[in-house]
């Protein structure tokens, strides 16, 4: 992995490009895979919105291929700041664009109904439930970049451009398995409540503002390298480093906000789906016990003819009460 010696610049984010195979190969395969399955499951009758597509192709495969191949590419092995900023683009911003791009789904309904019924059996599986639990993806999330950035993995990422490229994968691979069983806009092995997903967010949250200060306030990463890549222009590695620690610790927390704000939409409209729930509940319940109210009174109504009816037949009472006593009455009239 090399460096640059020219300044970065304004001009620098439309002068300064490479190639880097791996991007543009894992770029270029995504997106013929999804565009092939996508066109195959309009024929097959879709009706997914073509939205979601220009999500996963701009958000996702576009931010991915800017990142390896454009400015950020390029100044990621010279200036410690960019490298944190192309982490969280890798963990965050593309893995979002292509959860959101609901790959599953167009997965599915691309293949026929033994296809789709092999898709279902993998999402029941063990192996992808226990890879989708909350806890699992909110550990690898949490984490990953501080294994990369706080261990010798970072430098030797900086050195070897085929593990930069392996990591550079994987992170996307770690976030998108985090956005897609929290979004669970897709097919998901198993489905929680949305405001699981908000309260780990809260603590995610704290972690980057946590690790952001390490870097901060803690000793310099990767001295032996930057010390030999040589900058005489830009920031001094102190400066550098806390420059990266703000990145990771508020850049990290404004780039999270999209996601909260699905969450928060979903959970919304979670809520109003379990209100419908129970009103439908309980009015089936009023239903019920008005029908068996319903039975009750016409029971009772139909033995009310025959009380009337007997009281019907009974003489109406008139005079003293001792007059209507046989016995008083026959005393009295002697």
């Known amino acids: 992995m090399g460096w640059i010696d020219t300044p970065l610049t304004v001009h620098s984010i439309a002068e300064q490009w490479r ?33 979601r597509g220009w999500v996963f192709g701009l958000a996702g495969l576009g ?28 963990l965050y911003v593309v893995p979002f664009g292509l959860a959101a791009g609901r790959p599953v789904t167009v997965l599915r309904e691309a293949l026929g109904p033994a296809g789709r019924a092999r898709v279902d059996r993998v999402l029941a599986s063990a192996p992808a439930r226990i890879s989708t639990y909350p806890l699992v993806t909110s550990v690898a999330m949490l984490a990953t970049p501080w294994l990369l950035v706080l261990t010798p993995w970072y430098e030797a990422v900086l050195r070897h451009g085929g593990l930069d490229a392996l990591t550079r994968v994987l992170l996307v691979a770690v976030g998108f398995l985090y956005f897609y069983s929290r979004l669970q806009t897709d097919p998901v092995p198993h489905r929680y409540s949305q405001a699981v997903s908000l309260l ?56 999270g906000l999209p996601y ?73 009239r002697r």
């Open 63 to 90: 931010v991915w291929l800017l990142s390896g191949v454009g400015v950020v590419g390029v100044y990621s092995g010279t200036l410690f700041w960019v490298r944190a900023l192309q982490i969280l683009l890798l």
């Open 260 to 332: 909260l704000l699905t969450l928060m939409r979903s959970w919304a409209a979670d809520e109003q789906r379990a209100a419908a729930r129970l009103d439908a509940e309980l009015d089936a319940a009023e239903r019920d016990s008005a029908d068996r109210g319903g039975v009750v009174a016409a029971r009772s109504s139909a033995s009310v003819p025959v009380a009337a009816k007997t009281d019907a037949e009974e003489p109406i009472q008139s005079g003293l009460w001792w007059e209507h006593d046989p016995v008083l009455r026959d005393r009295f």
């Open 200 to 255: 780990i967010t809260v603590f995610e949250s704290l972690a980057d503002g946590v690790l952001g200060l390490v870097l901060w306030l803690g000793p310099l990463v990767a001295v032996d390298y930057y010390t030999e890549v040589g900058r005489t222009w830009g920031p001094d590695l102190r400066m550098d480093q806390i420059i990266a620690a703000g990145i990771i610790w508020v850049l990290g927390d404004v780039l």
């Open 19 to 51: 190639w880097d195979t791996s991007t543009v190969l894992v770029t270029a395969a995504l997106g013929a895979g999804y565009g092939l399955a996508r066109r195959r499951a309009v024929r097959n009758g879709s009706t997914e919105s073509a939205g």
